[in-house]
T-cell receptor
């Protein structure tokens, strides 16, 4: 079966850098996604990795290692508005999305 | 601005009542989905649809049904609501290409069943 693990909660300081890790087990793989969800709001798409390596998009970067079943989301120059939950999402061999429970990121001034 | 609109943000219903959750998207997307989101769990897929009048069961379809009579509208129905269906319900849509994992979500409908 499939399984996704990510920390439940993390705290970081405004202006700093934070890395949110995600590990997964799956028999088939078609990509890994990160979504952001502010409290009381809908999830929104952040990034997509299907090949190993780092994808950079502004202050956010996402990394994937398929052999290790590992991804991380890196957020730089943290701002208060980055306080949100970050969802790690796996696309399996049938192109179905498997959602992690999310990491709640708390940013302190 | 593209949108997925869910009819009700908050609902309170009694056990045994029939509940309709409506979702409309204006992006001409082929694919539509209904998820529920509960604390400490990832989103769980209830039903999805890749075309008008087409529906497929997701991971937790028991106690739910859906209707897709028009491309832009996907309705979730709880025939007889139960307390364990108290949850946040999220509707989403995406383009036809199933390899694309980018979903566009509505704001969610928080249902409480008493």
């Amino acid at each position: 079966g499939q399984n996704i693990d990510q920390p439940t909660e993390m705290t970081a300081t405004e202006g700093a850098i934070v890395q949110i890790n995600c590990t997964y087990q799956t028999s088939g793989f078609n990509g890994l996604f990160w979504y952001q969800q502010h409290a009381g709001e809908a999830p929104t798409f952040l990034s997509y990795n299907v090949l190993d390596g780092l994808e950079e998009k502004g202050r956010f970067s996402s990394f994937l290692s398929r052999s290790k079943g590992y991804s991380y989301l890196l957020l730089k120059e943290l701002q208060m508005k980055d306080s949100a939950s970050y969802l790690c999402v796996l696309m399996d061999s049938n192109y179905q999305l498997i959602w992690g429970a999310g990491t709640k990121l708390i940013i302190k001034p | 601005d593209v949108k997925v609109t869910q009819s009700s943000r908050y609902l309170v219903k009694r056990t045994g009542e029939k509940v309709f959750l409506e979702c409309v998207q204006d992006m001409d997307h082929e694919n539509m989905f209904w998820y529920r989101q509960d604390p400490g769990l990832g989103l769980r897929l209830i039903y999805f649809s890749y075309d008008v009048k087409m529906k497929e069961k997701g991971d937790i379809p028991e106690g739910y049904s859906v209707s897709r009579e028009k491309k832009e509208r996907f309705s979730l129905i709880l025939e007889s609501a139960s307390t364990n269906q108290t949850s946040m319900y999220l509707c989403a849509s995406s383009v036809a290409d199933r390899t694309t994992g980018e979903l566009f979500f509505g704001e969610g409908s928080r249902l409480t069943v008493l």
